[in-house]
Every structure is written in structure tokens, then in C-alpha cells.
């Protein structure tokens, strides 16, 4: 498990073929449709940063977790893609 993952929730809310092109092993992953379902699985009492593709989507995901009462929540502004180039490029772009 990645250290950052004892911190705060890496939450990637991209689709599986998605993951299956690019994804951090240690986030969890539950698709932008299936989190209103799945929020009990969030916790409240750790930071949750929200990631997609380039970020329009956790940001959409981010707003919605804020209205249901995470008061700890970040969009991964640049999603994956700005983590491939930014932060480990051995992290496919698609």
C-alpha cells in the first residue's frame, strides 16, 4: 500500500476500461455513477482527493461527496493524465 493511502483516500471514479489504460494500484476505485450508491464504503474522517481522466468528473463527484456531508474533499485538478506528466511518468497517458 502507498504511504499517502494511510493519509487520505485517493477515490478514482474513472471507468474500467479506463483503469485498464492507466491507474494507481493503491486508489480506490468506484465509477462516477456508482457513488451514490457505494458512499458508505467512503470514510468520513479521512481526506478524500477525487480523480478522473483530466478532472472534469471529480469535480463533479468532489461537489456531490461535499453535499453529502465529506467535509474533507479535493478535486485532483488535471486527473491522471496531469499525474502521468507531472508526477510519475512511468503512469500511462491515454
Known amino acids: 500500500m502507498h504511504d499517502a493511502a494511510e493519509t487520505f483516500v485517493l477515490l478514482d471514479v474513472r471507468e474500467n476500461d479506463e483503469l485498464a489504460k492507466a491507474s494507481l494500484p493503491w486508489a480506490k476505485h468506484v465509477p462516477m455513477a456508482h457513488v451514490p450508491q457505494r458512499l458508505a464504503e467512503l470514510p468520513k474522517d479521512k481526506p478524500i482527493v477525487v480523480m478522473c481522466h483530466g478532472g472534469f468528473r471529480s469535480s463533479r463527484v468532489a ?23 507531472e508526477i510519475d511518468p512511468n503512469v500511462p497517458v491515454y
Request: cysteine-free.
Open 63 to 85: 461537489q456531490y461527496l461535499r453535499k453529502n456531508g465529506y467535509s474533507e474533499v479535493a478535486n485532483l485538478t488535471g486527473g491522471i493524465d496531469a499525474w502521468s506528466q
